[in-house]
């Protein structure tokens, strides 16, 4: 079979490849499944965690197909009883000094080693190592938790946080089995360059690295969670974030107890959020929500009412100013932090209902 | 947003944001880009990780300029300045793309002869940055392909702002950087809806999707549709309905902010809102405006409810209901139908996505964009979301504006003079007073304060101060200071930064123990009524010694141990 120039055969089909492609990007491309742990598209590729390898004819070894470059008339094999074999090998060692139950680490993000060690059906028995990876538990930062026991040197985050966020706060430490993921002098994240942006859990595979108040609360693991897609509410970026949902908590109203970010590639924010967009939800179930309608008495205080007079009381003091000075003695202030259909609405309002063009949003910019 | 609308024709970011990854020269002007569109900057990050060139010009030394081949630290307020004389060297260099000024634009001339007296050297005296780094990054910017324009508050908000907008169009136009992909001019938008909000027709001056609402066709239009008459003259912006508060407005129906803690000159505004008549709020929280109100809707947030935001880029995005609201707590767009329709109005929406369609019924930038059809792309990858405009229902959105031609039909060139902030240094007030917000908290902070882990990271008032200015009036870092302009006071702690200029003090505006827009001078721009928020004159005084054992980093956080 002739191939042209930007062709190679993967588990023997012809298929194009494009400049500079990697073997791992081609064949996600070409809907070909690859395992991988250390890989994250946003990252340069390291070939660290050696779960992604394949055969490509030609070469002895197996390859990583997420640093290998494609090139012209290669011949990969993804899938076979070899690859199976030394998946299985790996998933073992690593194995040997990770938790096994997935009920007693799970508690935060799901644990995609567990998952595939279950895949692989990878020996569980050779032999058990404690973990001596170092924490950092006396870490007073709010929201990042490292839990060594779960990490598998795979530097993702420590990746990330160099590459992407750019602020370099975290790095791997020590070597052999005592790796880990250190800050410099293993200081409190709150003392380093961290900007909490939280990228470090969303890649890390396993959990390791994972959100402290789902966990500090005592919350459901994400897997018994409801995901909700929606738009951050805060500043004009417009990330898609999804909503971690306990529908059965808060007398069946739902809580929304962590929030994570949509699979880098999907969404205009790429897989990243912020601080704000990522941990700052608290204030969705703050005790200060208002509940009830407030009207204020004679005496100059809020008390609670229905809504039927607050309405009642709301529109007939705007009439009754309309009436005294004239439409344009309203003013209607209208807010971003509003959906696009309620910015309508208020505007409807005041032009067609009380006819003043006195309508604005606040901040226009 | 007015600005771009009088230049090109639409007030949005001509490109996307996917499309920063691949410029090749980034100009970041008065944008913190990394503290307030953390996700753009991690964009410009992987420009600049591929070899772009990044130009930050700010008063400020802020984390972007880290990355930057070049930091323009100019004075605040002197944009116009900057941007003039990379204009002049731009046509003294013959640099300008003569096929699209003569094809795509009008009123060239008007500004390459008020150009012509913009000197980079003269420049330099005024803006403080050197004459060779504006050539410098004049020459880089019209010679580089793949150039693109980033702004944000900084610019906008000066009684010059839209003189800013119009100074920055006008290099855009001459370099013909325009409807093409990564190269374009691109505000910024601060908050989650600003861009949806006007879009929307929260204006005194525009139906929704920018529709005059003193053009006879305009209004003749909404008139059908509504059946009611409607009024033919421009309403007051938000800045003149402050300012008027008591004489001329007597009554607010104000939805989801806090205007006594957003508003600039708020002693004003607080005296002001004890002479009107009646005012209704609509809220998540009680906040500070809530002690003059005399009625109050508990509100619904975001995740308790359906409907869209739209971004910077013009992206129309689902916000979907994940869990009910407290109490009884309603939706913002369940509560106006209700008020609508005890005012006698006949409003009949079961939900958000007919509302949706009644707008853009007579939206046509918006018309093939439904509740439905961003509900099909949300699993397409990378395309989740429809960017406006959209015209058709096959119509793909779009995702950088003016590829077939200006919108506006022909760019405009609108020549600017410099003129300066209103209120500068004397001798009562010696310094330069900007204000501005920071990563860890967001506009009023109603939310973010709420946030344990936000107010661990950074808890307490500040500003940023330069050692030198600090020690001309005995002020060491960490001290408790009075900061005072002629509106008010608030007392503050002072760090030591680097990160301003000599004569420039900077804070930020989200605590309401120390609000800045006590400060702030409430003169509007003369478009957009948008207030001076960046520039006007203070003094800072020294009240009590800081605690010993209290570490502060300037800027970013301070650490307690
Ligand atoms: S914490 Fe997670 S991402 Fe970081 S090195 Fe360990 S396993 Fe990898
Ligand atoms: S996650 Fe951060 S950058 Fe993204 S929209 Fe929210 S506040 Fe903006
Ligand atoms: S994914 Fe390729 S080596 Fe880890």
Redesign the pocket.
């Known amino acids: 079979m002739k191939l042209a120039r930007n062709q190679l055969t993967l588990n023997g089909k012809t298929v194009s490849f494009t400049d500079g492609e990697t073997i ?1 990007t081609l064949a996600n491309r070409m809907g070909v499944h690859i395992p ?4 994250d598209p946003r990252l340069d ?8 390898l394949v055969e490509v004819t030609g070469f002895n070894r197996l390859v ?4 290998q470059k494609a090139t012209p008339g290669m011949e990969v094999i993804t899938e076979n009883a070899r690859i199976t074999r030394h998946r299985q090998t790996l998933l073992a060692l690593y194995m040997t000094d990770h938790p096994q139950d997935r009920n007693a680490v799970e508690k935060g993000a799901p644990n995609q080693l567990l998952d595939l060690a279950e895949q692989y059906q990878a020996p569980l028995n050779w032999g058990r190592m404690l973990p001596i990876r170092s924490a950092r538990d006396d870490d007073r930062n709010p929201y990042i938790l490292f839990n060594a026991d779960l990490c598998i040197s ?1 530097a993702r985050c420590v990746r990330y946080c160099a590459e992407v966020e750019r602020v370099s706060a975290i790095t791997l430490a020590n070597r052999g089995a005592s790796t880990t993921v250190a800050t410099a002098d293993n200081a409190s994240l709150l003392d380093t360059s961290c900007e909490m942006c939280g990228g470090c859990i969303d890649v890390c595979p396993t959990g390791a690295m994972t959100e402290k108040m789902p966990l500090t609360r005592n919350h459901k693991p994400e897997r018994e969670l409801r995901k909700v897609r929606t738009t951050c509410n805060y500043c004009g970026v417009g990330c898609q974030i999804d909503l971690n949902v306990d529908d059965i908590a808060n007398d069946g109203r739902g809580m929304v107890v962590k929030i994570t970010s949509p699979p880098p590639g999907t969404t205009v924010n790429d897989g990243n959020l912020c601080v704000k967009g990522r941990f700052a939800y608290d204030f969705i179930h703050h005790p200060d929500r208002l509940t009830q309608p407030l009207v204020c008495n004679e005496n100059g205080e809020l008390q609670p009412t229905t809504w039927d007079d607050a309405l009642e009381k709301a529109v007939n003091g705007l009439q009754a100013v309309a009436k005294r000075y004239g439409a344009d003695a309203l003013g209607f202030v209208s807010s971003s932090r509003c959906t696009v259909e309620e910015n309508y609405l208020m505007q409807k309002l005041a032009r067609a209902v009380f006819h003043t063009n006195n309508v604005h949003q606040c901040a226009a910019t | 947003m007015a600005g771009l609308v009088n230049t090109f024709g639409a007030g949005a970011m001509t490109n996307s944001i996917g499309e920063i990854r691949d410029a090749d020269f980034l100009l970041v002007i008065g944008s913190n880009t990394s503290e307030a569109h953390p996700i753009i900057a991690m964009e410009m990050k992987r420009a600049v990780r591929r070899g772009a060139t990044l130009v930050v010009a700010d008063p400020r030394a802020i984390w972007m300029t880290s990355i930057a081949e070049k930091h323009l630290q100019l004075k605040p307020g002197t944009d116009v300045w900057l941007l003039n004389a990379m204009a002049h060297v731009i046509i003294e260099e013959d640099l300008i793309d003569h096929k699209f000024i003569a094809g795509q634009t009008e009123n060239f001339d008007a500004v390459k002869q008020t150009v012509a007296d913009y000197t980079p050297e003269q420049a330099e005296q005024i803006t403080g940055v050197p004459a060779d780094v504006i050539r410098w990054t004049a020459r880089r910017y019209a010679s580089t392909a793949k150039a693109g324009i980033y702004y944000v508050l900084g610019i906008t908000e000066h009684s010059h702002g839209t003189d800013n907008v119009y100074a920055l169009s006008n290099l855009v136009l001459m370099t013909g950087h325009l409807g093409k992909p990564s190269s374009g001019l691109n505000p910024l938008r601060g908050q989650n809806n600003v861009q949806g909000a006007n879009d929307a027709g929260a204006s005194p001056v525009f139906y929704p999707g920018y529709q005059r609402v003193d053009d006879p066709a305009a209004r003749a239009k909404y008139e059908k549709s509504w059946g009611v008459s409607l009024s033919p003259t421009p309403g007051l912006n938000l800045n003149q309905m402050m300012k008027t508060t008591g004489n001329k407005i007597k009554a607010f129906y104000v939805m989801g902010e806090d205007i006594l803690l957003s508003e600039p000159n708020v002693l004003h505004l607080e005296r002001a809102l004890n002479n009107i008549e009646f005012l209704v709020i609509q809220e998540p929280f009680l906040n500070e405006t809530s002690r003059f109100a005399d009625v109050i809707f508990p509100a619904a947030i975001y995740a308790e409810k359906d409907g869209v935001f739209i971004n910077s880029e013009r992206r129309v995005q689902r916000v979907r209901k994940a869990v009910q609201p407290p109490g009884e707590a309603l939706a913002d767009w369940e509560i106006l139908v209700q008020f609508a329709n005890r005012c006698g109005a006949d409003w009949n929406f079961p939900g958000p996505a007919e509302i949706y369609n009644e707008m853009v019924k007579d939206v046509p930038r918006f018309a093939g964009i439904s509740h439905e059809r961003i509900e099909q792309t949300q699993h397409v990858p990378g395309l989740s979301g429809i960017q406006w405009p959209c015209p058709g229902a096959n119509h793909p959105g779009t995702k950088y504006l003016h590829a077939d031609g200006v919108l506006r039909g022909k760019g405009l060139f609108q020549a600017v003079q410099y003129r300066p902030s209103m209120e500068l240094p004397d001798t009562d007030y010696g310094l330069i007073l900007s204000t501005g917000r920071t990563l860890y908290h967001y506009n009023s902070a109603t939310q973010t304060r709420r946030e344990q882990g936000l107010s661990t990271k950074q808890s307490e008032a500040y500003i940023e101060i330069h050692p030198r200015d600090a020690q001309k009036r005995s002020i060491a870092h960490g001290d408790r200071v009075q900061v005072k302009t002629r509106r008010g006071s608030v007392h503050v702690r002072a760090f030591y930064s680097r990160q301003v200029r000599s004569g420039c003090i900077w804070m930020p505006f989200h605590f309401k123990e120390a609000r800045a827009n006590i400060l702030t001078n409430d003169v509007g721009d003369s478009i957009t009524g948008t207030a001076e928020y960046k520039v006007c004159a203070a003094e800072v005084t020294k009240l009590e010694t800081g605690k010993k054992d209290t570490l502060l980093f300037p800027g970013a956080y301070f650490v307690e141990r």
């Open positions: 791992l991988t742990l250390c890989h590729p390291v070939g660290a965690c050696r779960m992604c990583p197909a997420c640093t795979c």
